[in-house]
């Protein structure tokens, strides 16, 4: 029962990340047919070299939109085609993480602190899971309590981690334009393929969320009984 109950509660979160990812792909699909002057991989390089930042390595990575910049090796990864790829797709995604890099070397508050909370992340995502199903199989307000404490790291990650996305692109996009990588006729392509990529962190987001309200709605009401 409590599962059919969470999955019509989770019903417009899961329905926007349906959405998301199709915007996601169709975006990437499309942006990744308009060439660029220049690869993925050179786009960072220049971004990350612009901003005195020459001791951040790039490397290549395999998998599909694997790309990501690791903070504590201060190094930037690039999936195959994103490290290759010579389209406004693979300038986009190269510059977003490279605005990573830009906001660590910056100190930008919203990383560093969602940088402090994985940990605390990790360890809720799935702690914070078995102790809620042990709260409601062994009828425990306890236990109950304590996964929903645990499971609430994981919203506060990713509610810190919304401002750090849409913060990165906003770097990518201004950076791109003001060094000439792209032209501003060529920004609103890319701007369309990170925007979608956006909306997966806010579906992802408010799905952990409503996830959250519906445990604390399920706390209280057993309280009360």
Known sequence: MYNLQLLLFLAPAIILGIIAQ?????????????????????????????AGLQNVEIE???????????????????STDV??????AAVGIAAHEAGHALQDA?????????????????????AGMIFIMLGFALVSQLMLGFGILLFSGVVFFQLINLPVEFNASARAKEQLVQLGIIGPNELPYVRKVLNAAALTYVAGTLQSLLTLIYYVLAFASRRDE
Do not use: C, E
């Not at 290549?60 to 990864?77: A, E, F, M, N």
């Not at 910056?106 to 799935?126: D, E, H, K, Q």
């Open 22 to 50: 199709f915007l996601v792909h169709s975006a990437y699909s499309q942006t990744q047919r308009i060439p660029a002057s220049t690869s993925g991989y050179a786009a960072a390089r220049h971004l990350l070299d612009a």
């Open 106 to 126: 910056f100190r930008y508050a919203p990383l560093m602190i969602r940088n402090a909370a994985v940990p605390m992340a990790s360890f809720g995502s799935g």
């Open 83 to 88: 490290f290759h790829g010579r389209s406004l």
């Open 60 to 78: 290549q990575i395999p998998g599909t939109l694997s790309d990501h910049y690791d903070p504590r090796q201060k190094v930037l990864r690039l």
